[in-house]
């Protein structure tokens, strides 16, 4: 078979706008708008500050619910006498959703539109949000079921809708968007210990953001509505597209997802993109338990992850940009699983002591890693299609990967009842990380051969 045609790059490597572009992997790549949600569409854009708030306060939900919990976690356990392995769940049960959810976002935007899905994900994020303060423990973890379903509708769906509508500004808004998702995570996860203060406890903490997300919905509420203007009870708000790409649902485009499934390449990409997510959410969860529990006051503790989670922005942007201009990327991935591996290594020695210091590199690792995963998914696939079926893979079983983390570490901590397992247990993934990323890395496309 001849080698698969690059992504829209030169011999030189992709320009960092080029990159950001590429990288809004659009769900409704096969897909065309019916002519009267085409129409809408194109009034929207004529006024696009509706739009460019929605996207800000869409964008700040994406994070904010999951990166709040853990500085109160242990305040959740103590009041349902939890013990590691069940308050691991709070973290655990989103992330399975966010696998499980993330296949069927096309599926109902080709039915309702972006925007209408769009909206009823926000809602959802506030549903769960609010379902997860009620009595009964199992209110808390049915809420955090609807809230990871909520985020998944999120994730799969902003990127190809900034892509979409700002095409000519995709660099800036995919900076927008971005900054916009960590900054919402780290005010939450700042803030969580303030707010259970000032509000009487932890269940006060999580509800506030309940706030954010029905903002958000009230902002989408009238786009959601003229998308849908003039169209028919019953009619699809998208067909499928014209032209040589196959259409979603036909024999050529599960002949496509077979294809990746029987792929070395795609699934080396979808377990890095699920190794780096696993020591991502491990941190979400339990990071500021390992500070508070080598004597680091909560709110301390919450600052010191907040911090972290802000310095995955300079990762982030740098990595992706570095790896656009490089025919192999094995160095980079190597880097930030080390830069992951430093911090992490550095919980052994001290915890409290360095505390700054590993979140530093703990946050450029994994901003690093994560922008790594993404900028794969482009540079690793022949066309647009493809990048966005192998997304869809890497989404589904990355996060479906990572739900493990928490709970595993969770009941390796309990088991032995301290850290230092669980923390030698995430130094072994930097190191299947390494691995991977040795093997994602080459110069080869999904279909193609070596270069």
């Not at 500004?169 to 919402?184: D, E, F, P, R, V």
């Not at 942007?317 to 911090?343: D, I, S």
């Amino acid at each position: 078979m001849p080698p698969s045609p690059r992504p829209s790059s030169s011999e030189e490597g992709l320009s960092t706008e080029e990159l950001l572009k590429v990288e809004l992997i659009d769900a409704e790549e096969d897909l065309a708008p019916a002519p009267s949600v085409a129409a809408a569409r194109r009034r929207l854009r004529s006024h696009p500050l509706l739009l460019l708030v929605g996207i800000v306060l869409a964008s700040l939900n994406m994070r904010a619910a999951l990166a709040g919990v853990s500085p109160v976690l242990g305040e959740i356990s103590d009041d349902f006498g939890m013990t590691s392995t069940l308050s691991s769940l709070v973290t655990t049960i989103p992330l399975i959703f966010m696998g499980v959810v993330s296949p069927l976002a096309p599926k109902l935007a080709r039915r309702w539109g972006t925007e209408t899905v769009l909206l009823g994900a926000l809602l959802l994020l506030a549903g769960g949000i609010a379902l997860r303060i009620a009595p009964p423990m199992v209110a808390l973890f049915a809420g955090c079921a609807v809230v990871g379903s909520g985020i998944a509708l999120l994730n799969v769906l902003m990127p190809g809708l900034i892509k979409r509508d700002f095409p000519e500004k995709a660099a800036g808004m995919t900076a927008l968007y971005s900054t916009a998702m960590i900054l919402g995570a780290t005010v939450s996860a700042a803030a969580a210990v303030p707010l259970e203060h000032a509000l009487g406890g932890w269940r006060g903490s999580l509800v506030s953001w309940a706030l954010l997300a029905a903002l958000a919905a009230c902002v989408w509420l009238p786009q959601a509505l003229l998308s849908r203007r003039g169209v028919r009870h019953g009619q699809a708000a998208a067909v499928p597209a014209p032209g040589p790409a196959p259409a979603h649902g036909s024999a050529s485009a599960h002949g496509s997802a077979a294809r990746l499934t029987r792929s070395a390449l795609a699934w080396q990409i979808t377990l890095f993109m699920g190794s780096q997510s696993l020591i991502a959410y491990v941190t979400i969860a339990w990071l500021p338990t390992v500070f508070t529990d080598h004597g680091m006051s909560r709110a301390s503790a919450g600052l010191v992850f907040a911090f972290s989670t802000l310095v995955q922005m300079g990762g982030s942007f740098v990595v992706p940009t570095l790896a656009g201009r490089m025919r192999r990327q094995r160095l980079l991935c190597t880097t930030v699983a080390l830069f992951m591996a430093a911090g992490i290594a550095g919980l052994l020695v001290a915890p409290v002591a360095g505390a700054w210091l590993w979140a530093t590199l703990l946050g450029l690792g994994q901003g690093g890693a994560l922008g790594m995963a993404l900028t794969l998914m482009v540079l690793r696939s022949g066309d647009a299609h493809t990048a966005a079926r192998l997304s869809g893979m890497a989404q589904t079983w990355g996060y479906l990967l990572a739900a493990a983390g928490p709970v595993v570490l969770g009941a390796v901590h309990q088991v032995t009842g301290g850290w230092t397992v669980p923390i030698v247990l995430l130094l072994c993934v930097c190191a299947g990380l390494v691995l991977l990323g040795l093997g994602a890395g080459r110069d080869r496309r999904i279909g193609g051969t070596a270069h």
